[in-house]
């Protein structure tokens, strides 16, 4: 058990360095859906079966050609080709371009052997069989289905292309037998699009994790409180609001609803989550110095608290350890420092238990648009609101400003904030302009 009598000075970065190599992936998998797959880890290297994209095609309408054959076209002195056929998307070519050839195409059509640039249409005059310049093209002019009164016989290319030019090459996105996608990664709906483009149905997962979440406090009224509330009584917005975080983080939420400040009652609801099968569990409340604050004493009966207290504002009452072998984050009761303390320290754990890859936090350098203070002695994540602001001559810098009161209940400051401002533990004061770190919050995670 922590020593009790020591203050809470342990940094930030350390907790989370320290919880982090606490837990251990879970050694379970599923197959699901791609679809169903976004928000989840992959436990398998993705490799592309194929060549992305399969075939070399045209990344603009216009006329495939042979770049050689053009070389020395300019607007004044154009390079005349014969206009041999259409390639239409999902269509191939029948035969390959020959020298002084052109194919009509279309975007995402396959280049026809032999040839190795497209022309733009813009870039060319079209010319009738009996060498006038066609008007209106290339909109009026030559329709796939057969309406055009006058199909060009030849083009008139105005500039020179080299090979390559508006060709998009066949396993430039994946080459087939690499690695697409490596275990660990969480997937995004671009990585969902990802798997579809090499042809994947289905990918393996991490089992979802399930994460009991239990509200403590003898103020709370019953989440299902109709009318006033009874003097003195709360409404719990950390159960829901914990739930919420564990949703976004890929894993399934177990209710374990509320307890008072009795040890029996925290004891009996972790108990349900540990036979409810809970790879972690989470409480607010009931974890400072208070009389009635009775988290830590539980978890230590039923194992070991191996964190408590950090070096943080909002939020150092925080303790973490294990109860009965599961691990357990005992966070603060006030509703911001719950979410704080859940998206500093709970969601990096429920990361590396999915077995992700992880990546530090998302961090600008940025100036303090007002003065900000830290009297607090510990690390200090005001809610920001973080913008960029262009200067005269150009340059840009993100100006970073408290939401303003940081009282530790307001939840509203929380809900405005797109960031959170760091201020270090030795740090009593910023002045205006002075430099900052700032997390972004506001940031969707899966894109
Ligand atoms: P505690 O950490 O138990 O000392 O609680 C700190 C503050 O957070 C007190 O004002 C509590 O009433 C409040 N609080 C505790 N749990 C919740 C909750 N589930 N929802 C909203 N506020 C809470
Ligand atoms: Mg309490």
Known sequence: MADENRPGRMPVDEARARIVAAVEPVDAHERVPIIQSVGRVLVEDVAATGDVPPFDYSAMDGYAVRAADVRAATDRGVVRLRVVGRVGAGEVANRPCGPGEAWRIVTGAPIPPEADAVIPYEMVRAVSRDGRVLEGHPRGFGGWDGSETEVEAAIDVTISVVAGDDVRSRGEDHRAGSVAMRAGTRVRPVEVAVLASLGREWVWVTRRLRVGVLSTGDELAGRDHAGPLPPGAIRDANGPGLMAMVTRDGAMPVDLGQAPDDPEAIRAAFLRGVEDGCDAIVSSGGVSMGDRDMVRHVVGGEGEVSIWRVDLRPGKPFAFGRFRGVPLFGLPGNPVSALVTYDLLVAPALRRLQGETLTNPVEVPAVAAVRLANDSGR?????????????????????????????????????????????????????????????????????
């Open 379 to 447: 690390e200090q994540f005001m809610r920001g609101i973080v913008r960029a602001v262009q200067a005269p001559d150009g340059a840009i810098t993100w100006h970073a400003s408290p939401t303003g009161s940081q009282g530790s209940g307001l939840l509203s400051s929380l809900a405005r904030a797109n960031c959170l401002i760091r201020v270090p533990a030795t740090v009593t004061e910023v002045p205006a302009g002075g430099a900052l770190r700032v997390t972004l919050t506001g940031v969707a995670p899966l894109w």
